[in-house]
């Protein structure tokens, strides 16, 4: 069963705009990760944070975790054109075993 | 840096023909794990390695084996390759850290069509 739900589904903002996208899960976590795939192509790792940790920065994205709430977001500020992406949630449950969610389709426009 | 290859970018296989997809990872990984990406479903685990000959099932393994023989080396079968299986499949491996240090590598994707 999947167990990462995104929300939303599809994103569009205009560059220099902020982006936030939402992760809900079901089970408890050692750690949520959140990736990047261009249009048809691998996904890249972003950021990972650990079920410990509430909130973790990098580069122009930022990631926050509640795990009372199960759930998780990402902010990407100041977004390019080259942020247009699909972007996914993992959580690892146990021993690096990712379950992903469905993602959110960001497009920024110029 | 990590590299995680899939034999094939795109293939074209015959229903009920068996289908061999390789993906071979250059990190001494311990976990590899084989997924599927279908339209609004998003990645869904079909098998998952951590370790030489150990697997264990994902989410939708009907219609699949796998074999790892090699650590370096993990294979996904379909064994009567069926038109319900024409998807993106993509393999991923990681270090398994007792700190929870587990990112993913992904390939590239293998998009396999069933005629």
């Known amino acids: 069963s999947q167990q990462g739900e995104e929300d939303p589904q599809a994103l569009s903002i205009q560059e220099g705009e902020n982006a936030t996208m939402n992760c809900s899960y079901k089970t408890s976590i050692n750690n949520l990760q959140w990736y990047r795939q261009n249009s048809g192509r691998g996904l890249v790792h972003l950021i990972l944070i650990r079920s410990n940790e509430r909130e973790k920065h990098s580069g122009r994205l930022r990631v926050t975790l509640d795990t009372s709430k199960k759930s998780s977001s990402l902010l990407i500020t100041a977004s390019r054109a080259a942020d247009t992406a699909s972007y996914f949630c993992?959580?690892?449950?146990?021993?690096?075993?990712?379950?992903f969610g469905t993602g959110t389709q960001l497009k920024v426009e110029l | 840096d990590v590299k995680v290859t899939q034999s094939s970018r795109y293939l074209v296989k015959r229903t009920g023909e068996k289908v061999f997809l390789e993906c071979v990872q250059d990190?001494?990984?311990?976990?590899m794990f084989w997924y599927r990406q279908d339209p609004g479903l998003g990645l869904r685990l079909i098998y998952f390695?951590?370790?030489?000959?150990?697997?264990e099932k994902g989410d939708i393994p009907e219609g699949y084996s796998v074999s790892r023989e090699k650590k370096e080396r993990f294979s996904l079968i379909l064994e009567s390759a069926s038109t319900n299986q024409t998807s993106m499949y993509l393999c991923a491996s990681s270090l398994w850290d007792s700190l929870a240090n587990t990112e993913a590598f992904f390939g590239q994707g293998t998009r396999l069509t069933v005629v």
């Open positions: 993992a959580t690892d449950a146990y021993g690096g075993k990712l379950t």
């Open positions: 390695s951590y370790d030489v000959k150990m697997k």
């Open positions: 990190m001494d990984h311990e976990n």
